[in-house]
C-alpha cells in the first residue's frame, strides 16, 4: 500500500506526538481558567501559560513578557495593522508594505485604505524579495509602520530583515515582520535585530496545533511595551493587549512546539535542506527542462519549493499526484484565486497556473521522497 506523502508542511503540519500529550493534560483534568483565581486548577493553568509564553521567547530571543498570545498569525498581523493605524492616526497614515505579503497583510491594508489611509505596495524581486533601499525610498513624514514578512509563504524567499529593520529603526518608524514561515526554521535572535517592533508567529506551521500564534511586541528598558489599539477589549487578559479566556490546551501545544522547535532546530533546517536536495534532484531526473524552479537556490527558508510544471494545468496535476502527494499551488488562505505573489514576481497567468508548492517537514524521512520516482 502506498502511503501518501504529505508536502503541505507551508499550509500546515501534523501535530507532534509530544505536543498532543502535554496539550490533553488540559483538555482534561486541568481545565482550569488561568484569571486571576486562587485555587490549583487555576495556578496550573497559569503556571502553564508562563511556561509556554517562556518557550515561544526563547525560540525568537525575546522576553516572555513581550510575547501576547493571539489566536493565530491572521489575528496577530491584523492586530498590529489595524492596532498601529489606529493609535497612531494622528502622527501619520502612510504604510509601507510589500506586493508580495499574506493576505492577512494585504487585505487589512486594503480595509486601511478604505478608511483613509495611505499605503505604499513595494515591488519585489524575481523570486519575491524587497530591495531594502526600496523600503527608504518609500517613507516619507507620515510613515508610522512598515510591514515586510521575512520568509514568502510561496516561494520561501527570504528577505533582509537586518537591513529594512534598521532603515525603520533609523528613522523612527515602527517595524512589523510576518515570521510565520521562518519560526523554527531559521535562527531568530530578536535581541540582534532591534529595528523589529513588532513579529507575528503561528504554533501550526511548526508541529503545534492551530489556533494558536502570538505577536511579539517590543518593550522599552523599563519593561513597557510599545503602544497600540487592541483588536480585542473585554477581560483585559495579554495585559490589556488580548482580552479573552485562555485557549490554555492550544497555548500549552504551542509552548511545546516551540521548545522542540528551538531545541532541533540545526538539525531539523539540515533534514529539510537534504529533502529540499533530494526533491530537486529526483523532479529534475524526472521532468527534465520540462520544470522551472520558481523559487530561489539560496537565501531561503529550507524546504519550500515553487515548481513550475510547463504546460500543466497546477488543479489538473494537483488532483492527479494526490493519491500519491498532498501539495497545493501555494497559499491556502487565498486558494481560489491565482497567486498574487507569483503575478508579484513576473510570472503570467498562464505560468502563475502551471506552479505547484511543495513543503517538507524535518520529520519526513529522505526514502519517502521515492514516491517521486512513481509519477
Ligand atoms: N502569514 C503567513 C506568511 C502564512 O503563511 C500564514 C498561514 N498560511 C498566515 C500568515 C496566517 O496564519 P494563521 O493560519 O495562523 O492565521
Not at 498581523?77 to 493609535?87: F, I, S
Not at 487589512?108 to 531594502?132: A, H, M, S
Not at 485557549?247 to 531545541?263: P, Y
Amino acid at each position: 500500500m502506498i502511503t501518501i506523502l504529505y508536502l503541505d508542511n507551508s499550509a500546515t503540519t501534523s501535530i507532534l506526538p509530544e505536543v498532543r500529550e502535554k496539550m490533553l493534560t488540559f483538555l482534561t483534568e486541568e481545565f482550569g481558567n488561568p484569571s486571576g483565581k486562587f485555587y490549583d486548577l487555576a495556578i496550573h493553568a497559569k503556571e502553564a501559560v508562563e511556561a509556554a509564553r517562556d518557550h515561544v521567547g526563547n525560540l525568537l530571543g525575546a522576553k516572555s513578557l513581550e510575547i501576547i498570545f493571539t489566536s493565530g498569525a491572521t489575528e496577530s498581523n491584523n492586530t498590529v495593522l489595524k492596532g498601529v493605524a489606529e493609535h497612531y492616526s494622528n502622527k501619520g497614515k502612510h504604510i509601507i508594505t510589500s506586493k508580495a505579503e499574506h493576505p492577512s497583510i494585504m487585505d487589512v491594508c486594503e480595509y486601511l485604505e478604505d478608511k483613509g489611509y495611505e499605503i505604499t505596495y513595494l515591488d519585489v524581486d524575481q523570486f519575491g524579495r524587497v530591495n531594502p533601499e526600496d523600503v527608504k525610498q518609500a517613507f516619507n513624514d507620515n510613515t508610522i509602520l512598515v510591514s515586510i514578512f521575512w520568509g514568502n509563504n510561496e516561494l520561501g524567499s527570504l528577505n533582509d530583515i537586518k537591513k529594512i529593520s534598521q532603515f525603520c529603526k533609523d528613522r523612527n518608524v515602527f517595524f512589523h515582520t510576518d515570521a510565520t514561515q521562518v519560526t523554527g526554521k531559521v535562527d531568530i535572535d530578536l535581541e540582534e535585530y532591534q529595528g523589529i517592533s513588532f513579529l507575528s508567529c503561528s504554533a501550526h506551521k511548526m508541529h503545534g496545533p492551530k489556533g494558536v500564534g502570538a505577536l511579539f511586541v517590543r518593550s522599552d528598558e523599563y519593561g513597557k511595551l510599545i503602544e497600540f489599539t487592541p483588536l480585542l477589549h473585554g477581560g483585559g487578559q495579554e495585559r490589556e493587549l488580548r482580552s479573552g479566556t485562555y485557549s490554555v490546551h492550544n497555548i500549552v501545544g504551542f509552548g511545546e512546539a516551540a521548545r522542540i522547535a528551538k531545541e532541533q532546530l540545526s538539525s531539523n533546517r539540515e533534514q529539510l535542506k537534504e529533502l529540499e536536495e533530494k526533491a530537486k534532484e529526483l523532479l529534475i531526473e524526472k521532468f527534465n527542462d520540462h520544470i522551472i524552479f520558481n523559487s530561489d537556490d539560496n537565501n531561503k527558508i529550507p524546504g519550500i519549493l515553487n515548481i513550475r510544471f510547463k504546460g500543466i494545468n497546477n488543479q489538473i496535476l494537483l488532483k492527479k499526484l494526490a493519491p500519491v502527494i498532498a501539495a497545493s499551488s501555494g497559499s491556502a488562505c487565498s486558494s481560489t484565486k491565482p497567486s498574487h505573489v507569483l503575478q508579484a514576481i513576473g510570472l503570467s497567468l498562464q505560468e502563475v497556473r502551471e506552479s505547484v508548492r511543495f513543503s517538507f517537514s524535518p520529520y519526513i524521512e529522505i526514502d519517502e521522497l521515492d514516491v517521486f520516482k512513481l509519477l
